[in-house]
């Protein structure tokens, strides 16, 4: 198994071996990325493959300063949102102006409460618009600035479909930590 | 909180800090096709191109198959004259003919199917030492080869120009081979108004390479392709192909697209049509040679602005049509002409209030003086309801009587130059609805 460096010294070379070696070794990773950003499998295997060309082809202008992975994973994204703009009038748009309550109550939860599948489960069933936002936001860590750039959005739109996503979100956490208890309680 | 609680945010970044997903086998051999693919399209120096040594290697190959199999050039170009058939060569059946339709066969057979220049040159040259020299016999005036088929333009039949080509002998004149190729095209229609779409019909026959260009950019490598001509104008559509027998035929024709006219017109919208009440009507049109206006009244009008009385108030369609020379035409109605106005407010965005003192906001209609803010409508109100602030918000002014506007004073002094903001609502009699807003500016003139 080859280590980095020598991934990425192979791939500037366009060598085949080593461009393997990078699939086998990130693409599940990637995938993940990907996954989140369209919520279907199909479609996070185009953007899988898009970004992945993108990464061999673009290998030279990796510096070197900073992580390989969220090189990769930044390439990831924004080809996620590529293809978020190319596709977006084949997705079904749900108009969700009428969630508008805000229950403060439970806005905290525990990681060990929830597994990664249902997180995705959960981010999977948001808008196409809503789930962009969101995982640019609170998981990349994107400003709603730099989101409305990307998105070609308004910086208030931004604004307002992460906390529409948001609430969403969280009534969704609420109800799986009730099922959750009420399973627990049971077992007692 | 012991627990071990976070936002949903840290909730979500955590969790996803490491999400994998595993892919689908075989998505690395899609991968990889795709790298091949972008790989081959991009040319780089820095590393060995193996496509590209293959694509050099095999055009190379191509060329050099095509230069070796061709026949001489300087042959052909020297040889091309014409020759009216029946004084160039005549053809006898001779002994030397029978020999050469042996001959060809022989080619046939060993080249099956195919009529290449290279059989033409074993039949030219199998029997006897005969230059295999190449005749073009014309029917009529079409001259193949750099001779553009530039006759008859006209538009009823492009004529069926023919071309024979035929290798023969200067000797006996035998044809051991005849490929007719022929040039020929219709155009429908050959001319109309624009954007004028039109279906050419290829005759052609041992045509390769089949190119038209429409004369206007437009271009096509279909055989018998539909172009639509945007713009006016006259536009020359040029067929070119290469014959099967390795000469590049064209042939022209003139396609006329003329200028479809724009019908627009309006009239005086405020006025009613009653007895003796003229009413304009304003004849925008483009391109238009002639105009028929429809009054809705059964009467007509060839003029290109009429001056219209009506008999009485109604509900009048006015139509106009317009046409040029070459029968292109476009024409414009305006149904319920002058009767379903569209209820609606309007509210100035300026007026110069009364400095000597409060007015008390009543209005007159007709008084042009501006001293009151007040919206106009046309329509009957059941509700209505005007507020006006001022930049900090405070209201200064309230109505809910559409014939009591704002004089421009609170609290009986008058408010300075300024801009203000307005809020208008109410209801029409028809049901309909309005909230608008607004700003209006006070202005202080004597």
């Given at each position: 198994?080859?280590?980095?460096?020598?991934?990425?010294?192979?791939?500037?070379?366009?060598?085949?071996?080593?461009?393997?070696?990078?699939?086998?070794?990130?693409?599940?990773?990637?995938?993940?990325?990907?996954?989140?950003?369209?919520?279907?499998?199909?479609?996070?295997?185009?953007?899988?493959?898009?970004?992945?060309?993108?990464?061999?082809?673009?290998?030279?202008?990796?510096?070197?300063?900073?992580?390989?992975?969220?090189?990769?994973?930044?390439?990831?994204?924004?080809?996620?949102?590529?293809?978020?703009?190319?596709?977006?009038?084949?997705?079904?748009?749900?108009?969700?102006?009428?969630?508008?309550?805000?229950?403060?109550?439970?806005?905290?939860?525990?990681?060990?409460?929830?597994?990664?599948?249902?997180?995705?489960?959960?981010?999977?069933?948001?808008?196409?618009?809503?789930?962009?936002?969101?995982?640019?936001?609170?998981?990349?860590?994107?400003?709603?600035?730099?989101?409305?750039?990307?998105?070609?959005?308004?910086?208030?739109?931004?604004?307002?479909?992460?906390?529409?996503?948001?609430?969403?979100?969280?009534?969704?956490?609420?109800?799986?930590?009730?099922?959750?208890?009420?399973?627990?309680?049971?077992?007692? | 909180?012991?627990?071990?609680?976070?936002?949903?945010?840290?909730?979500?970044?955590?969790?996803?800090?490491?999400?994998?997903?595993?892919?689908?086998?075989?998505?690395?051999?899609?991968?990889?096709?795709?790298?091949?693919?972008?790989?081959?399209?991009?040319?780089?120096?820095?590393?060995?191109?193996?496509?590209?040594?293959?694509?050099?290697?095999?055009?190379?190959?191509?060329?050099?198959?095509?230069?070796?199999?061709?026949?001489?050039?300087?042959?052909?170009?020297?040889?091309?004259?014409?020759?009216?058939?029946?004084?160039?060569?005549?053809?006898?059946?001779?002994?030397?003919?029978?020999?050469?339709?042996?001959?060809?066969?022989?080619?046939?057979?060993?080249?099956?199917?195919?009529?290449?220049?290279?059989?033409?040159?074993?039949?030219?040259?199998?029997?006897?030492?005969?230059?295999?020299?190449?005749?073009?016999?014309?029917?009529?005036?079409?001259?193949?080869?750099?001779?553009?088929?530039?006759?008859?333009?006209?538009?009823?039949?492009?004529?069926?120009?023919?071309?024979?080509?035929?290798?023969?002998?200067?000797?006996?004149?035998?044809?051991?081979?005849?490929?007719?190729?022929?040039?020929?095209?219709?155009?429908?229609?050959?001319?109309?108004?624009?954007?004028?779409?039109?279906?050419?019909?290829?005759?052609?026959?041992?045509?390769?390479?089949?190119?038209?260009?429409?004369?206007?950019?437009?271009?096509?490598?279909?055989?018998?392709?539909?172009?639509?001509?945007?713009?006016?104008?006259?536009?020359?559509?040029?067929?070119?192909?290469?014959?099967?027998?390795?000469?590049?035929?064209?042939?022209?024709?003139?396609?006329?697209?003329?200028?479809?006219?724009?019908?627009?017109?309006?009239?005086?919208?405020?006025?009613?049509?009653?007895?003796?009440?003229?009413?304009?009507?304003?004849?925008?049109?483009?391109?238009?040679?002639?105009?028929?206006?429809?009054?809705?009244?059964?009467?007509?009008?060839?003029?290109?602005?009429?001056?219209?009385?009506?008999?009485?108030?109604?509900?009048?369609?006015?139509?106009?049509?317009?046409?040029?020379?070459?029968?292109?035409?476009?024409?414009?109605?305006?149904?319920?002409?002058?009767?379903?106005?569209?209820?609606?407010?309007?509210?100035?965005?300026?007026?110069?209030p009364n400095l000597n003192g409060p007015t008390g906001g009543y209005y007159d209609v007709n008084d042009y003086k501006n001293t009151v803010f007040h919206p106009v409508t046309n329509g009957e109100l059941v509700e209505f309801q005007l507020k006006?602030?001022?930049?900090?918000?405070?209201?200064?002014?309230?109505?809910?009587?559409?014939?009591?506007?704002?004089?421009?004073?609170?609290?009986?002094?008058?408010?300075?130059?300024?801009?203000?903001?307005?809020?208008?609502?109410?209801?029409?009699?028809?049901?309909?609805?309005?909230?608008?807003?607004?700003?209006?500016?006070?202005?202080?003139?004597?």
């Open positions: 198994m080859l280590d980095e460096k020598e991934i990425i010294e192979g791939c500037c070379r366009h060598d085949r071996k080593a461009q393997k070696a990078l699939y086998e070794k990130y693409a599940s990773i990637l995938l993940g990325i990907c996954i989140r950003y369209s919520g279907r499998r199909d479609e996070a295997e185009d953007i899988l493959q898009d970004g992945l060309i993108k990464v061999y082809f673009k290998i030279k202008d990796f510096t070197g300063k900073g992580s390989f992975t969220n090189w990769m994973k930044k390439i990831m994204v924004n080809t996620a949102i590529t293809h978020y703009h190319k596709n977006l009038k084949h997705h079904y748009h749900q108009d969700i102006d009428d969630v508008r309550e805000m229950d403060i109550e439970g806005s905290l939860f525990d990681t060990a409460d929830f597994t990664r599948e249902e997180l995705f489960g959960i981010i999977k069933e948001l808008p196409q618009g809503y789930r962009m936002v969101f995982n640019l936001y609170a998981v990349e860590g994107y400003k709603h600035k730099e989101i409305a750039t990307l998105l070609k959005i308004d910086v208030n739109t931004s604004k307002s479909q992460y906390s529409r996503a948001r609430s969403m979100i969280r009534k969704k956490l609420n109800s799986l930590k009730k099922i959750a208890e009420k399973v627990d309680g049971q077992e007692r | 909180m012991d627990r071990n609680d976070r936002n949903i945010e840290d909730l979500f970044r955590t969790l996803f800090d490491q999400f994998a997903v595993n892919p689908t086998p075989g998505l690395w051999n899609k991968i990889q096709a795709k790298i091949s693919w972008k790989q081959f399209l991009s040319f780089g120096l820095n590393f060995f191109n193996v496509y590209y040594l293959a694509l050099i290697v095999a055009l190379a190959g191509a060329g050099t198959y095509l230069m070796l199999n061709r026949p001489i050039p300087q042959g052909i170009t020297e040889n091309i004259e014409i020759i009216p058939s029946s004084q160039a060569i005549q053809p006898e059946p001779t002994h030397d003919q029978v020999i050469s339709r042996q001959g060809q066969i022989a080619a046939v057979e060993k080249a099956p199917g195919s009529i290449e220049p290279a059989s033409v040159k074993n039949v030219g040259t199998k029997p006897a030492s005969r230059a295999a020299s190449r005749t073009y016999v014309s029917d009529d005036k079409t001259l193949p080869k750099k001779i553009l088929a530039n006759q008859e333009q006209g538009p009823e039949t492009t004529g069926t120009p023919e071309a024979k080509v035929a290798s023969s002998e200067t000797a006996s004149g035998a044809e051991p081979e005849t490929i007719r190729v022929r040039i020929d095209f219709k155009a429908n229609p050959q001319s109309g108004c624009s954007p004028l779409a039109v279906n050419f019909q290829n005759f052609s026959e041992n045509a390769t390479g089949t190119s038209w260009n429409f004369g206007d950019g437009g271009n096509s490598d279909e055989t018998n392709p539909s172009y639509v001509f945007d713009e006016p104008g006259e536009f020359l559509v040029t067929l070119k192909f290469i014959g099967e027998d390795g000469v590049e035929y064209s042939r022209q024709q003139t396609i006329q697209v003329y200028q479809t006219p724009k019908a627009l017109f309006e009239f005086d919208e405020d006025l009613k049509p009653a007895k003796n009440q003229p009413i304009n009507f304003y004849n925008y049109s483009r391109g238009g040679d002639y105009y028929e206006w429809d009054f809705g009244d059964k009467q007509r009008s060839g003029s290109q602005e009429p001056i219209h009385f009506y008999k009485e108030t109604g509900n009048y369609h006015v139509k106009l049509k317009v046409w040029t020379d070459h029968q292109c035409y476009d024409s414009m109605v305006v149904f319920n002409a002058f009767t379903t106005q569209e209820q609606n407010i309007k509210v100035p965005n300026a007026f110069t006006v602030f001022n930049r900090k918000g405070v209201l200064l002014f309230e109505s809910n009587d559409i014939s009591i506007g704002w004089d421009g004073y609170y609290s009986e002094q008058l408010v300075k130059q300024d801009v203000y903001i307005w809020k208008v609502r109410g209801k029409f009699i028809n049901g309909k609805t309005f909230v608008e807003s607004g700003d209006v500016t006070l202005i202080k003139q004597n």
